[in-house]
C-alpha cells in the first residue's frame, strides 16, 4: 500500500513556526523554523551574488566554467557523445558527467535498506532558491519531485520530506540554520545545494562553512547519508570545484547537473533556454531534468544494493579545511541574551528573507535622540551578524564588540532586486569567552535596519 509523503516546508511560510527543538540552532527563528505539513508556495526570491573575487582570491572565468568535463573524469569512461532530447530521458554521457564525486555509497545503502524494509525514512533538501523552487511550476522542483520518486520506489515506506531551501542563502548561512531547519527532524538522507550562491567574493569563509556543513551533518545524532548537488549559471559560474575537493576529502558523493547540462549545451542539443527562465534558476523543465540526473545516480545505488558495504562510511577524522563552523549557532529574536534598546521591534513571526523573525528599527529625518542600541551578552569564539539588505531606505549599522567599534555594515541594496538577507562575519577570537555585541545604528536620517540573528561559534 502507497504511503502518504509527508512535507515540510521551511521556505516560504508567512504565519508563526512551530519549535523544532530545545535549542538555538540552525538559523532562522529563535524557536523553529517556519515550517508546515501543508502545501505552501515558496518565495521566488534568489540572490546573484557578485562573482568578482577580491584582491589575493582567485574568481572562475566563464571560458574555463564552460570547458569540457575536467580532467578529474577522464579518469572513467565517459560514453560518446548521442543525440539529446529532453522527451526522451538523459543519455549515459550525462549521467556519466553528472557522477562527479562517485563517493562512499555506505550510508545511502542504509537508509534504502531502511525503506526497503518499510520504516519510514525522512529526507531533508537544504539549499538555495533553487531547492526552494523558485521559478518551477508549484510542487514541480526537483526536491519533491526526487521524493515522489523515493517513495515510488519504497511504496512501503512512509517518506517526510524537509524542504529547507532558503534563497539567497549559501553555505556560510547554512552551516548556522542547519540544526534548526534540518537535524532538528532527525533525517535520514540529506541532499545540499549551495553551489551558485557560494561565490569567490568570500572563498576562503565558503570553503571553510561547506566544510563545517557537511562535518555538523554528519555527526548530528540521526547520522544522516549525505549527497551534494551541484548547479551552475547560464556562464557556467559554480563553485562546483571548491565543493568537489572538500567532497573528496570525506568521500561524499556530488552530483553535478552543471556537468551534464552544460556538455549538451555546448554540444547544440537544447538551449539554455530550455531549462531555464532566466540565467540562473532552473524552470519546471529544469527540475525534471534535474530530478532525473539525481535519481539516476540514486537508481544506481539501489541496483547495487546487495553488494555494497556498509560496514565502512565515509572517513571524517580528519578536517579538510576547519571545525571552526561544527558548533554554528545562532541568537534569533526572543533570546534570552538580547536586549532591544528604544525604537527597536522585535518579530518572532515576521517573514522577512524567509527567516521566521526579526529585530527591525525604523528612524526618522533627523532624529539623533532617543535610538537605542541592540545589545547581546553570550559565550563566543567568533561573532557574525545577518542582516537585511535593502532596495529602499535602507540603514548604516556599526558592530560595536566588548566596546570596541569592529565593523560597519551598509544595508544599501538600491536598485537591486529585491530585500534578501546578508551575513558578515565580524570577529574571531582564539578560544571561546563572555562578550557584550552591540548593533549601533547611523541615526539622522529616514533608515530601516533588520537584523535577523547573530550568528556564533564557540
Known amino acids: 500500500m502507497k504511503k502518504r509523503i509527508t512535507l ?3 521556505c516560504a511560510m508567512l504565519a508563526a513556526s512551530a519549535s523544532c527543538g530545545g535549542n538555538n540552532n540552525g538559523s532562522n527563528q529563535n524557536t523553529s523554523a517556519a515550517q508546515s505539513t501543508t502545501t ?3 518565495s521566488n526570491t534568489a540572490k546573484t551574488e557578485s562573482t568578482d573575487a577580491p584582491q589575493g582570491e582567485t574568481t572562475t572565468s566563464a571560458a574555463e566554467t564552460t570547458a569540457a568535463p575536467e580532467a578529474t573524469k577522464a579518469q572513467k569512461e565517459i560514453p560518446e557523445d548521442t543525440p539529446y532530447i529532453i522527451e526522451n ?10 557522477d562527479y564525486v562517485d563517493g562512499n555509497k555506505a550510508r545511502l545503502a542504509k537508509v534504502f535498506k531502511k525503506a526497503k524494509a518499510g520504516e519510514p525514512i525522512t529526507v531533508a533538501y537544504l539549499g538555495g532558491s533553487i531547492t526552494q523552487g523558485s521559478t518551477a511550476d508549484y510542487l514541480k522542483w526537483y526536491a519533491r519531485l526526487v521524493t515522489e520518486w523515493l517513495q515510488a520506489q519504497f ?3 512512509e517518506i517526510t520530506e524537509v524542504n529547507a531551501g532558503i534563497g539567497a542563502t549559501g553555505s ?3 552551516v ?3 540544526d534548526r531547519d534540518v537535524t532538528c527532524h532527525n533525517p535520514d538522507l540529506v541532499f545540499i545545494d549551495f553551489s551558485v550562491n557560494d561565490t569567490t567574493e568570500n572563498t576562503e569563509r565558503n570553503i571553510g562553512s561547506y566544510d563545517g556543513l557537511l562535518r555538523k551533518l554528519w555527526f548530528s545524532d540521526s547520522a544522516p547519508a549525505i549527497v551534494t548537488i551541484a548547479m551552475t549559471m547560464e556562464d557556467g559560474t559554480s563553485f562546483q570545484q571548491y565543493h568537489a575537493d572538500v567532497c573528496r576529502a570525506y568521500d561524499i558523493p556530488m552530483i553535478s547537473y552543471r556537468e551534464a547540462i552544460l556538455d549538451v549545451i555546448n554540444n547544440g542539443h537544447i538551449k539554455w533556454t530550455d531549462i531555464s527562465d532566466d540565467n540562473i534558476h532552473p524552470n519546471t523543465v529544469g527540475h525534471s531534468v534535474l530530478t532525473e540526473i539525481i535519481t539516476s545516480y540514486l537508481q544506481s545505488v539501489i541496483d547495487d544494493l546487495d553488494n555494497i558495504d556498509t560496514e565502512h562510511e565515509s572517513d571524517f577524522s580528519a578536517v579538510y579545511k576547519t571545525d571552526k563552523y561544527t558548533s554554528a549557532t545562532l541568537l534569533l529574536p526572543g533570546c534570552e541574551e538580547s536586549m532591544a534598546g528604544e525604537g527597536w521591534e522585535t518579530k518572532a513571526d515576521a517573514s522577512f528573507g524567509n527567516f521566521g523573525g526579526l529585530w527591525r528599527l525604523k528612524m526618522k529625518e533627523g532624529v539623533t535622540d532617543g535610538i537605542g542600541t541592540l ?12 542582516y537585511g539588505k535593502l532596495i529602499t531606505n535602507a540603514g548604516q549599522f556599526d558592530v560595536v564588540v566588548d566596546g570596541e567599534k569592529v565593523k560597519t555594515i551598509d544595508c544599501d541594496f538600491t536598485g537591486g532586486w529585491g530585500n534578501y538577507v546578508e551575513a558578515a562575519e565580524v570577529i574571531d577570537f582564539d578560544e571561546c569567552g563572555k562578550h557584550t555585541i552591540e548593533i549601533v545604528p547611523h541615526t539622522g536620517k529616514k533608515a530601516n535596519i533588520n537584523i535577523s540573528a547573530i550568528a556564533i561559534t564557540k
Open 8 to 10: 515540510i516546508l521551511l
Open 40 to 42: 505552501a508556495a515558496a
Open 89 to 98: 530521458g538523459i543519455t549515459d554521457r550525462m549521467k556519466a558527467l553528472a
Open 155 to 157: 511504496p512501503d515506506s
Open 172 to 174: 556560510y548561512i547554512g
Open 176 to 178: 548556522y540554520r542547519a
Open 375 to 386: 545589545k547581546f551578552e553570550t559565550e563566543a569564539k567568533s561573532i557574525g551578524v545577518f
